[in-house]
T-cell receptor, first 112, second 114 residues
Framework: GENVEQHPSTLSVQEGDSAVIKCTYSDSASNYFPWYKQELGKRPQLIIDIRSNVGEKKDQRIAVTLNKTAKHFSLHITETQPEDSAVYFCAASLASYDKVIFGPGTSLSVIP | GAGVSQSPSNKVTEKGKDVELRCDPISGHTALYWYRQSLGQGLEFLIYFQGNSAPDKSGLPSDRFSAERTGGSVSTLTIQRTQQEDSAVYLC????????????FGPGTRLTVL
């Protein structure tokens, strides 16, 4: 079955700096890669996603890149703000089957 | 509209007791998922229901865990003979077709086994 790894497990950045979180997946058939943000004590919420037919997607300060050959995908947050502090989870799924497997998460701290 | 709801929000039980956790998905969502989140840990996949298909139970950690989904809507996760290592937050999520859609998570049930 699918296995998703994520690095780093913790990340601290100064406000205004960029943050990068990297994930790898094992099943080459996976074709949908969402990212979820979980603030302390709250439920995970989708922040951005990418399909396998696209190499990069941006939404304001957030971007995701995908390398299908290497089975890598990454989340990039620019101009970080204290409210970006949270745990970020990457995930992978085969859209036709819809079983979503998550990575172990990255705890991001943005220092004012 | 109403989001995913779960009950109870907190459950404290004694080791060896059985517990039932309930999930009410968003109306019309065909896919329903259960995940387990231990303190400070990731989202561990447990089970996945899609429409009338047989559920994918590949993530259930032992035969003490089972789940059902009645009428394609409400789901119940049952843990028999609870152990202390079962203590965690159990999250339910639902999703609508087509496949490239967001999973909507419930608030979770925090289970504590004494």
């Amino acid at each position: 079955g699918e296995n998703v790894e994520q690095h780093p497990s913790t990340l601290s950045v100064q406000e205004g700096d960029s943050a990068v979180i990297k994930c790898t997946y094992s099943d080459s058939a996976s074709n949908y890669f969402p990212w979820y943000k979980q603030e302390l004590g709250k439920r995970p919420q989708l922040i951005i996603d990418i399909r396998s037919n696209v190499g990069e997607k941006k939404d304001q300060r957030i971007a995701v890149t995908l390398n299908k050959t290497a089975k890598h995908f990454s989340l990039h947050i620019t101009e970080t703000q204290p409210e970006d502090s949270a745990v970020y989870f990457c995930a992978a799924s085969l859209a036709s089957y819809d079983k979503v497997i998550f990575g172990p998460g990255t705890s991001l701290s943005v220092i004012p | 509209g109403a989001g995913v709801s779960q009950s109870p929000s907190n459950k404290v039980t004694e080791k060896g007791k059985d517990v039932e956790l309930r999930c009410d998905p968003i109306s019309g969502h065909t896919a329903l998922y259960w995940y387990r989140q231990s303190l400070g840990q990731g989202l561990e996949f447990l089970i996945y229901f899609q429409g009338n298909s047989a559920p994918d139970k590949s993530g259930l950690p032992s035969d003490r865990f089972s789940a059902e989904r009645t009428g394609g809507s409400v789901s119940t996760l049952t843990i028999q003979r609870t152990q202390q290592e079962d203590s965690a937050v159990y999250l339910c999520a639902s999703k609508d077709r087509p496949s490239y859609n967001e999973q909507f998570f419930g608030p979770g049930t925090r289970l504590t086994v004494l």
